[in-house]
C-alpha cells in the first residue's frame, strides 16, 4: 500500500505541535498538513499536566528565546483567549521573599524584570501584608501581568481551529521510526497494532519527553538526552479556595532550574501547592511509583546523567526525601504560608518535566532545536513553552525553507 503524501508532518499534540500546525496551515492555506500524536487526545502530558499559569517572563535571561517568547507569549495568548472565548485571570504573581539571602536575591531579579521591559513593582513588607494577609515575607516583586488558564481548552480550541483550516489531525498514531532521503521524509506510524506510513517534504516533530529518540530515529547528531524529572502537587481543601489572591512563588534559586514550591490559584477556583523536583525514572510516570527499564537503561548509559547526579545530589536528596515526607514538603510552601498543615495538602496528579541535558551535564535552560535538509526538531521547550507556545509556532515556522 502506498503511504499517504503531505507537504508537512508534524509530530506530537500538545501546545507546542498544536500551534505549529494551526499556524503553518494559516500561513499555507493550500498546502496538505497533516498532525499526528500518539495518545488518544491532545496535550495529554506536559501541557495537561502543569499549573496552568501564564508566565509573564520574571526569571529570563534578558535576550534569551524564552525571555522573547515570553513575553511576546503573554500578549498572544490572552488575544488567542478572547477570540476562542477561553476563560483567562490575570491576578499577578508575588514572588515573597523569607530571608535575607532571598531578599539579595529578589533585588537581582528585580533588576532583570526591569531589562525584560516586564511591568513589575518591588513590595514592602507592609505592602505584601496588606495585599495577602495570609501570606509572611521580608517582601515581594509583583508581576502584574502573569495569569491562569486551563491550557488543555487551549489546545483543543487551537486543534479545531487546525482542522477548520483544513488541515488533519489522527490521533493513537505512535511515530515507530523515520527515514529521510533526498526529496521526503517516510514517517511510520503504529495505529490500532497496524503500522502505516505518511510521506512529506518536511517534518516537524514537538515530541517533548521523546525529543531525543525522535532526531535518534533520522540519525542526527545531538549531544543532548530527555531526562525526565517529576514535579508533585497537593491540592488544599475548598475552604482554602480564597486564601490568596495571587499567585504566591518563593524567590528561586539561580543555580536550580526550578522555580520552588508555589501556591496557584487554578482557573477552576482551587487553589494547588507545587511543584518540587524528583528524579523520574520514567518518562511518562505519572504515578507515584514508576519505573521503565528503557527510560532507566537509557539514562544510566548517559554520561551527562551521571554529572547532573553528582552536582545536585544534594538538592536530589532533599527533594526526594521530602517526596515521601509530607511534612518536608509542607516546610516549604510554610515559609511564607505558616497556617498550612500536613492534613491540609491532598492528592492531586503531578506532571513531568523534559529537561534536556548536555553530555557535559550542562542543563539546558533554554530552547534548543536540531535539524536535517528536511526535518526542524523541537529538542527543548522548557517552561514557559505553554505561555510561549504562539511564538514558538512563528519561530518554527520561519526557519522553514522556503517551499515551491
Known sequence: MSATKYDYVIVGGGIVGLSTAMQLQQSFPEKKILLLEKENQFAKHQTGHNSGVIHAGVYYAPGSLKADFCKRGVAATLSFCAEHDIKVE?????????????????????????????DVELLTQAQLKEREPNIIGLG????????????????????????????????????????????HVTVFANHDGKSEEFKTDFLITCSGLMADRTTRMLGIKTD????????????????????VKHLIYPIPDPELPFLGVHLTRMID?????????????KREGYGKINISLHDVLDMIRFKGFWKVLQANYKTGLVETWNSWWKPGYLKLVQKYCPQLTVNDLTPYPAGIRAQAVMSDGTLVHDFLFAESPRSLHVC???????????PIGEYIINRLPVSD
Open 269 to 281: 477556583g482551587t487553589v494547588t501547592v507545587g511543584p518540587n523536583a524528583v528524579q523520574g525514572w
Open 380 to 390: 527543548n521547550a522548557p517552561s514557559p513553552a505553554a505561555t510561549s507556545a504562539i
Open 90 to 118: 490575570q491576578c499577578g504573581k508575588l514572588l515573597v521573599a523569607t530571608n535575607e539571602l532571598e531578599l539579595e536575591r529578589m533585588d537581582s531579579l528585580f533588576e532583570r524584570c526591569l531589562e525584560n521591559g516586564l
Open 224 to 243: 543532548f538526552q530527555i531526562i525526565p524529572f517529576r514535579g508533585e502537587y497537593y491540592q488544599l481543601p475548598a475552604k482554602y479556595n480564597n486564601i
Open 140 to 183: 515581594a516583586i509583583f508581576a502584574k501581568d502573569t495569569g491562569i488558564v486551563n491550557y488543555q481548552q487551549v489546545s483543543m480550541a487551537m486543534a479545531k481551529q487546525f482542522e477548520k483550516l483544513g488541515g488533519e489531525a489522527r490521533l493513537n498514531h505512535e511515530v515507530t521510526d523515520l527515514n529521510e532521503s533526498t526529496d
